[in-house]
C-alpha cells in the first residue's frame, strides 16, 4: 500500500464508518478500483481502531459517566437510562451480529469479492434510508425488544454494501425511538461491534503471521491518523443531519455508488 492510497483509503473508512453509507463496501470498491486484493487485514485492523477511538473520543463524557455509574449509581444515568441498563441493552443488541459474525464467516468473506452484490447491497441501503424521510421518532422507550432488532439490523449490516449505521439508525426510527436517542445507541453499539472485528481481525493476523517489519508501517500509521480524524468529524456531520432531517439524503449517495458499481463490474 502506497502512502497515496493509504491516504485515500484511511479517508474512506473514517468517513463512512459513520456516515450511512456502508464503509466496507466503499472500502471494498475503493480497493478493487487501486488493484488491491480485498479484506487486507492489518490494514483492517488498523482503521477499525482509529474508527473505535474515534467514538471514544466524541462521546467521551456520556461514557465516562456510565462508567462511574455501576460504581456510583446516584445521579450517574445517561439519556434517561442507569448503567446497567445501557449495559444489558448493549449486549442484547450485540448477540446477533456475534451469532451471524461467528457462524457465517466464511460466506461473509466471500461476499467482498462481489462487487455486483455490494452494488445491490447499497442500493437496498439508499432505499432504507430514503424510506425515514417522513419519521420523526417519538421518544418510545429504548427496551430490550426494540434493543434487539436494531441488533438485528447491524447483524444483516456486516455484509459489505450494507451500512452499519445506516440501517441501525434507521431502524430505530422506524421502531419510533427518537433522532439523539438513536443515533447515540448506534454509536455506542458500534463500540463492541468494532471491538470484535478488531480481535478476530488481529487473530488471524498473528495465525497467519502477516504483521509487517518495522519498516513497513508508514502508511499504515497515515491511515490510522486519517481514519480516526475523519471518523470523529463523521460523528458529528451525522448527528447534524439527523437533527436537521437530511439522514435520508445519504440515501441518494448510496443509490449513486451502487449504481455505479453495478456499471462498472456488470456481466
Known sequence: MTYLEAVVLGLIQGLTEFLPVSSSGHLALAEALFGLPPGDLLFEIVVHVATLLAV??????????ILAGFVRPEGSEVAGMSSWR????????TLPAVVVGLTLEARIEAAFGDYSAIGFSLLATGTLLLSTRALSGVLRRLGAGRALAIGCAQAVAILPGVSRSGATIATALWLGVEREQAARFSFFLALPAITGAFILQLAKALKSGSLPGVNDWGPLVVAFVIAGVSGYVAVGLLLRALARRHFALFGIWCWLVGLAALWHWRT
Open 86 to 93: 445501557w449495559l444489558g441493552l448493549l449486549v442484547i443488541g
Open 56 to 65: 471514544v473520543a466524541y462521546y467521551r463524557g456520556e461514557l465516562r459517566q
